[in-house]
């Protein structure tokens, strides 16, 4: 009896310690190194999901530990990643109607980028993503996308003729550098070898990757362009996360909505000090290019393939309406 009581005993106390430690791992990829705007939307979302509940431990693999963005999208849509915080570029390849929140120069502001994006056309864009496998669950912030290069400083569009540019794995993108043109070469993150080694001249990104990247050691010349504004998106394998709880269901979800909102207000409060900071490291800046002659060239973006599918169109017209174009 002793010996039947001693064994309870210790069924109980193994099957407590394995209850107690059956966390379940989210795994989470991201391209960027700590310090960069996905990594902090990640590790807020990490701080406050676990601070919410015993039963989950998110993992973050960042710095291109699990491949370029592409690469990441792949493999949550094969859940042997879970979430990723992953630019909208590359999304494109996966579901074309990705593409309208980089259509050029759609917002004007980022209180503008808010209302649209928070709104119901962002938010259907968010649900479209479930026909190729992904839960959308909240759009943290890029920013709007400056050229730099290492050839001539850029005023006018003239001035990016030939220009051999780095762009994301996106088909707008290419398009649209093609547009304006340069000579866009499709690359994953990052990208500081091909830069200092000089295979390509250029690339695009928004001020808090240009400096947290130090791309100023790199490239001699920043053009304020602004000519797309660039989100990340924050997914989850759809059906991993359709098979969680609902109430776990909501908290991710509401843990990803408020690390965004987090991350967003570090974006803007700190493009200044990357602007100045970027200009103190020998930076040509160019603040006020010539924008008009940058739209005009790309005024026809609309009518080109790649605005053509049925979904891809009607999305763009409701974006550009909720954009007041
Ligand atoms: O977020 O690939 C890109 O240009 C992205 O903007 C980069 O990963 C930083």
């Known amino acids: 009896m002793r010996r039947f009581l001693a064994l309870l005993i210790i069924l109980w106390a193994v099957a407590w310690g394995n209850g107690a430690a059956a966390k379940t791992t989210i795994r989470l990829g991201l391209v960027t190194i700590p310090g960069s705007a996905q990594n902090i939307c990640a590790e807020k979302f990490k701080e406050l999901l676990e601070a919410r509940s015993d039963d989950y431990e998110v993992k973050i693999h960042h710095s291109a530990s699990l491949g370029s963005e592409t690469e990441i ?135 808090s990757v240009i400096w947290t990247y130090k791309l100023s050691e790199v490239q001699k010349y920043l053009a304020l362009t602004g000519h797309v504004y660039s989100a990340h998106i924050d997914v989850a394998n759809l059906q991993w996360f359709e098979g969680l709880p609902g109430k776990d269901q909501d908290l991710i979800r509401q843990c990803m909505i408020e690390a965004a909102r987090y991350q967003r207000a570090w974006n803007r409060d700190n493009e200044a000090a990357f602007l100045d900071g970027l200009k ?46």
Request: proline letters at 6%.
């Open 73 to 207: 999208l792949q493999q949550i849509q094969m859940n042997t990643v879970q979430m990723g915080i992953i630019t909208d570029g590359p999304f494109d390849v996966f579901l074309p109607e990705v593409r309208v929140i980089n259509y050029p120069f759609l917002f004007g502001s980022y209180r503008q980028v808010d209302e649209v994006l928070d709104g119901p056309v962002g938010q259907e864009l968010l649900q479209r993503l479930e026909k190729v496998g992904f839960k959308g669950l909240a759009f943290s912030e890029n920013g709007f996308r400056h050229l730099t290069n290492n050839k001539r400083p850029v005023h006018t569009v003239d001035d990016v003729s030939g220009l051999k540019i780095r762009v994301m794995e996106s088909v707008l993108h290419k398009e649209l550098w093609r547009m304006l043109g340069a000579n866009p070469t499709p690359m994953g993150w990052p990208i500081y070898t091909e830069l200092q080694q000089g295979t390509i001249d250029g690339q695009e990104n928004p001020l």
């Open 280 to 325: 103190q490291a020998g930076m040509q800046v160019d603040e006020q290019p010539d924008l008009a002659a940058f739209r005009s060239k790309v005024a026809n973006i609309r009518q080109l393939e790649i605005y053509q599918g049925p979904a891809t169109r009607q999305l763009l017209q409701k974006f550009l309406e909720a954009a007041g174009q």
